[in-house]
């Protein structure tokens, strides 16, 4: 992470570099320590004021939404957040969102960022919680989340955001910046039991993400024109960790931040 951080954005790098160490640390341990929570509470309060800074001296109309993004982590340490004050929290795993949002008070507005597969639709929509899907990516998809709403009996619509793929690494998912229009116009016109928020997109992890950004800015600037909707009713979700400010520097209105929070993913050796 230090690597992928370095150059692009100092006073992220600065701040996270003396907390690795502690991290690495206390991988092995399955429980939380007190230590562990005031740190990354601590952390949490870094990156708040750093996007409250950052909407000072662009005069942004208002600070962005910070998703705190938990994956692989233990409940207490959202908790913890929560506690602090913070309610968005994301989570890239259906199963681990519906673990999560179990043992956590059902104000938090859960954001499932990851890709979402449709026979995980009905699974991922038990989380009363639930506020937002970003990665909408498909008309199937859209249309699946759709009909489980109606059939689960959500009474409030489900906010999404449609994913677009501005890069050109195998590996990310996302509708084509040239059939975005499209399939939020569709969205807009059959998916009654969801609300269209926005657009999302995740920057090259190697390198810069400036051009990634400036693709979705042109395809805000598309959808509104085209579809005669307003500035606000078109959000941009793109940012995370590695690039968060550079995000809302270039008009990001949501940013997905994890390991800066929360430390280095913990994943099960198989």
């Not at 207490?76 to 994301?90: I, M, T």
Request: charged share 25%; proline share 3%; aromatic share 8%.
């Amino acid at each position: 992470y230090q690597r992928r951080v370095r150059g692009k954005n100092k006073s992220s790098f600065n701040f996270c570099k003396n907390h690795t160490l502690f991290f690495r640390q206390n991988l092995r341990f399955m429980s939380t320590t007190k230590e562990e929570l005031a740190i990354v509470v601590e952390n949490l309060e870094h990156v708040t004021k750093r996007l409250q800074q950052i909407t000072q001296e662009k005069k942004l109309k208002k600070t962005p939404r910070l998703v705190a993004v938990s994956k692989t982590k233990p409940a207490e340490l959202v908790k913890a957040c929560y506690d602090f004050g913070h309610r968005y929290f994301g989570e890239n795993y259906v199963q681990e969102i519906s673990e999560k949002s179990a043992k956590l008070p059902n104000d938090i507005r859960w954001h499932f960022i990851g890709h979402l597969q449709s026979n995980k639709c009905k699974q991922l929509l038990s989380v009363p919680s639930l506020w937002m899907v970003e990665t909408v990516d498909t008309l199937k998809l859209a249309k699946t989340l759709d009909k489980t709403c109606a059939s689960v009996g959500r009474k409030d619509l489900l906010n999404v955001f449609v994913q677009v793929k501005t890069s050109t690494e195998q590996s990310k998912s996302g509708v084509p910046p040239s059939e975005t229009v499209s399939l939020v116009s569709q969205i807009i016109s059959e998916c009654k039991n969801l609300k269209f928020c926005g657009l999302m997109t995740i920057g090259q992890l190697e390198g810069d993400a400036r051009a990634d950004f400036e693709k979705l800015g042109l395809c805000k600037k598309q959808v509104m024109e085209q579809l005669k909707l307003s500035d606000d009713e078109v959000e941009l979700s793109m940012g995370m960790s590695s690039d968060y400010e550079i995000g809302v520097e270039m008009g990001s209105t949501n940013v997905r931040v994890g390991s800066i929070i929360f430390g280095p993913r913990i994943y099960k050796k198989s």
